[in-house]
T-cell receptor
Framework: RKEVEQDPGPFNVPEGATVAFNCTYS??????FFWYRQDCRKEPKLLMS?????NEDGRFTAQLNRASQYISLLIRDSKLSDSATYLC????????????WGAGTKLIIKP | SAVISQKPSRDICQRGTSLTIQCQVDSQVTMMFWYRQQPGQSLTLIAT?????????ESGFVIDKFPISRPNLTFSTLTVSNMSPEDSSIYLCSVVRAGVNEQFFGPGTRLTVL
């Protein structure tokens, strides 16, 4: 089983729709969780950290379910510019600075 | 945020040769990492670049193939040695600052080995 698993997609979604991604992680002792965004041919950039209480940033909501070991990302009122690959990331237990990366979920927003 | 540059941005190399990739950060950082991202795949950590000492390699990566230097807190190099077509990939440098819970990435080096 991979340490961090995501549905690779692609998710083809009409503009304005709501889309949700899930990600599962294997190690219950993981402490830090993130969603990164990677545009085509670009480097990954942090979208948001995921906190135990859940957090929201504009149209984006991230939630953590420790019991089921999954992380979710919800995008409301999707825009064309949201088209990207969304990477689920979990800290390594050997070092909190090292990260374990999911393979990413590709999102395509269509007009 | 950190401003990170990588050189070269891309290269096409012949089998059996070596390429050194440079990573320069605009300010001192705590940690520097080297990743590989093969087409359609996620990021794989190659090693942690340690300032003034040998890098810490992940399983499947060895110093003879990927020698790394980090002479100071703002600069690191990764060499891809004795290249084969399987080394064709994007190589990314990333950094972490003390007290900042985020990794910043360089723009990447796109390597093609013929």
């Amino acid at each position: 089983r991979k340490e961090v698993e995501q549905d690779p997609g692609p998710f083809n979604v009409p503009e304005g729709a709501t889309v949700a991604f899930n990600c599962t992680y294997s190690n219950s002792a993981s402490q830090s969780f993130f969603w990164y965004r990677q545009d085509c041919r670009k480097e990954p950039k942090l979208l948001m950290s995921v906190y135990s209480s859940g957090n929201e940033d504009g149209r984006f909501t991230a939630q953590l379910n420790r019991a089921s070991q999954y992380i979710s990302l919800l995008i409301r009122d999707s825009k064309l510019s949201d088209s990207a690959t969304y990477l689920c990331v979990v800290n390594s237990l050997t070092s909190n600075y090292q990260l374990i990366w999911g393979a990413g979920t590709k999102l395509i927003i269509k007009p | 945020s950190a401003v990170i540059s990588q050189k070269p941005s891309r290269d096409i190399c012949q089998r059996g040769t070596s390429l050194t990739i440079q990573c320069q950060v605009d300010s001192q950082v705590t940690m520097m990492f080297w990743y590989r991202q093969q087409p359609g795949q996620s990021l794989t950590l190659i090693a942690t670049a340690n300032q003034g000492s040998e890098a810490t390699y992940e399983s499947g990566f060895v110093i003879d193939k990927f020698p790394i230097s980090r002479p100071n807190l703002t600069f690191s190099t990764l060499t891809v040695s004795n290249m084969s077509p399987e080394d064709s990939s994007i190589y990314l440098c990333s950094v972490v600052r003390a007290g900042v819970n985020e990794q910043f990435f360089g723009p990447g080096t796109r390597l093609t080995v013929l």
